[in-house]
């Protein structure tokens, strides 16, 4: 997926993370803002998934995306594009 000023996905470069596994981890003070957001992103989704019980197959199958989609997206591989983000938030009527 394109991104403005070339940058990576959020797990690109691992040298970003300077402890812990994805998504609890601590990034490094130069992480790129790509990790940082995909981060965010991860942490508030698992977070959130996890207080409505909802499994990843359970979001993809009310959000209308694929299973896999919200994996890569838990898992840092993508930062959702904007009309997989609000599928996503819609569905779990949550700001992420």
Request: aromatic share 4%; with cysteine.
């Amino acid at each position: 997926m394109p991104r403005s000023n070339n940058d990576k996905h959020p797990l690109y470069c691992l040298y970003c993370v300077a402890d812990g596994d994805w998504p609890e981890v601590t990034l490094t003070d130069d992480a790129q803002l790509s990790a940082h957001c995909g981060l965010l992103l991860a942490s508030d989704l698992n977070r959130t998934m996890r207080s409505r019980k909802l499994s990843r197959r359970g979001l993809a199958d009310v959000a209308c995306v694929a299973h896999s989609t919200v994996a890569r997206v838990l898992n840092g591989d993508v930062l959702p594009d904007i009309g997989t983000l609000t599928r996503l938030e819609d569905a779990l009527h949550h700001q992420l």
